[in-house]
């Protein structure tokens, strides 16, 4: 099974570090909570937004 993604991220982060965090608790959830062998997950992120101010 493959998985493609598309992802908005704050400016602010680093983009291969959040791409590789949302990689692997997409791989582990797929296989603790459904049980499915998943060989590829494929993040791109489309956007760089600021990110939100507090309280709004």
């Given amino acids: 099974m ?3 993604l598309e ?3 704050a400016l602010t982060w680093n983009l291969q570090e959040i791409a590789a965090q949302i990689r692997r608790r997409v791989l582990e959830t797929a296989d603790a909570e459904l049980g499915l ?3 590829t997950v494929d993040v791109t992120i489309t956007d760089l937004i600021d990110e ?5």
Avoid: L
């Fill in 52 to 56: 939100p101010v507090e309280g709004q």
């Fill in 7 to 9: 992802v908005q991220v």
């Fill in 2 to 4: 493959r998985i493609t």
């Fill in 37 to 39: 062998p998943v060989e």
